[in-house]
């Protein structure tokens, strides 16, 4: 199955919708910010339905996997961006393992389409 740039730009804005979200429900303050809520919540609406496109051309696992992997290490440089959050060595090692671990499964897989 051939996996088009189209696929590809559905799972990446589906990515930046659910790293988006949680940066959102911190600014939510429990809910009681309506504004950040509305958006924590259209955030990770638009993430599944944008998931949910790339889930016609990829497999599940796949498309998973590249969403919750780059979606952690993403998030976690807007909390350090963003909100001064710090990282120590084995956070930014095992970082570094998911994203090597998506790379491994995009050049080396027959699973991924391309």
């Known amino acids: 199955m051939s996996v088009s740039a189209t696929t590809y ?15 959102l429900l911190q600014k939510s303050e429990q809910f009681t910010k309506v504004a950040s809520t509305l958006g924590m919540a259209a ?6 339905f944008l998931m949910s496109v790339a889930l016609k051309a990829m497999p ?5 996997a590249i969403w919750s992997g780059v979606g ?8 350090v961006l963003v909100s001064k959050q710090s990282l120590d ?25 391309h």
Request: glycine share 16%.
């Open 9 to 23: 730009a559905a799972l990446g804005a589906a990515i930046a919708c659910e790293v988006a979200g949680p940066a």
């Open 43 to 48: 955030c990770y609406g638009a993430a599944f």
């Open 60 to 64: 599940l696992g796949v498309v998973y």
């Open 72 to 79: 952690i290490v993403l998030t976690a440089v807007v909390g």
């Open 89 to 113: 060595g084995p956070a930014m090692v095992g970082m570094a393992m998911i994203v090597g671990g998506v790379v491994v499964m995009q050049a080396f897989s027959a699973t991924t389409g």
